[in-house]
């Protein structure tokens, strides 16, 4: 248990969809992070919240919209989407800048 | 260019064997991360160093922050060990609260019995 969960592990939709991944974090930390992970490109950061602000926004087009109403939780909410946004979605959190990072299990996400 | 550069991209190594996997990044940083990937995409960080060197069991990880060149090291490897290794670095510019990380396109590390 790596104390970063994430839900769901598995989504597929459609374009035309509005769905939302979660992300919850139990270790005080107060920085969290989504990343995308697509096939056989590197980890990209998304998005950095520190202390409910996001401090770091690394030109994820507007489909893609966060929001972190907490310190513990972290949300990525999802509409029209592209079949090229299929990828594994991390997420993760640090106590303190540039500090160690715990990540979640991921979701793997199609988009058809 | 990616600002974190790995190497080898691929490496199959016999069990018991020494391997060392290299980091190489053009920016300035606050400290470097290594993370293990296994099957699946669960992410486990392994070290975080800013200078020197650290162990932890058959793990250790070197730092040059003049050459910006890092090193992990797996001793005694063990077909357990086999998982994608990532490099990652904490860029220093950043203007302040919590620091993305910039990636490496990982090394996938197989280690057979």
């Known amino acids: 248990e790596t104390g970063v969960t994430q839900t769901p592990r598995h989504l597929v939709m459609g374009m035309t969809n509005k769905k939302s991944l979660k992300c919850e974090q139990h270790l005080g930390h107060n920085a969290m992070y989504w990343y995308k992970q697509s096939a056989k490109k590197p980890l990209e950061l998304m998005f950095v919240y520190n202390f409910k602000e996001q401090t770091e926004n690394n030109s994820v087009p507007s489909r893609f919209s966060p929001e972190c109403p907490n310190s513990s939780h972290l949300f990525l909410h999802l509409h029209t989407l592209q079949p090229e946004d299929s990828a594994l979605y991390l997420c993760a959190s640090s106590s303190r800048r540039a500090g160690e990072q715990y990540f979640g299990p991921g979701t793997r996400l199609t988009v058809t | ?113």
């Open chain 2, 1 to 113: 260019k990616n600002e974190v550069e790995q190497s080898p991209q691929n490496l199959t190594a016999q069990e018991g064997e020494f391997i060392t996997i290299n980091c190489s990044y053009s920016v300035g940083i606050s400290a470097l991360h290594w993370l293990q990937q296994h099957p699946g995409g669960g992410i486990v960080s392994l070290f975080m160093l800013s200078s020197g060197k650290k162990k932890h069991g058959r793990l250790i990880a070197t730092i040059n922050i003049q050459e910006k060149h890092s090193s992990l090291h797996i001793t005694a490897s063990h077909p357990r060990d086999s998982a994608v290794y990532i490099c990652a670095v904490s860029p220093s510019d950043s203007g302040g609260g919590a620091d993305g990380l910039t990636f490496g396109k990982g090394t996938h590390l197989i280690i057979q019995p």
